[in-house]
């Protein structure tokens, strides 16, 4: 997927900033499943990757503000 406008830009930021703060949320339970947590968490990091690089790769498209 790719970014096409500001608008789904500013989603992307929105999600992003949600799904940091899930990760963190996680990071710190103590849960009674160690295996299924860790899986948890990396899928939210791959997400949370996968949403950076659309953001990058969207303003680096953009032309220079001055």
């Known amino acids: 997927m790719s970014l096409k406008n500001n608008f789904e830009l500013a989603n992307t930021r ?10 963190e949320a996680r990071r710190k ?3 009674p499943n160690a295996h299924v947590h860790e899986l948890t968490l990396q ?15 969207y303003e680096a498209s953009q032309p220079a503000r001055r």
């Open 43 to 57: 899928s939210l990091k791959r997400l949370i990757d996968q949403l950076r690089e659309e953001i990058a790769c």
């Open 29 to 31: 339970e103590r849960p």
């Open 14 to 23: 929105e999600k992003l900033r949600e799904l940091e703060e899930r990760y």
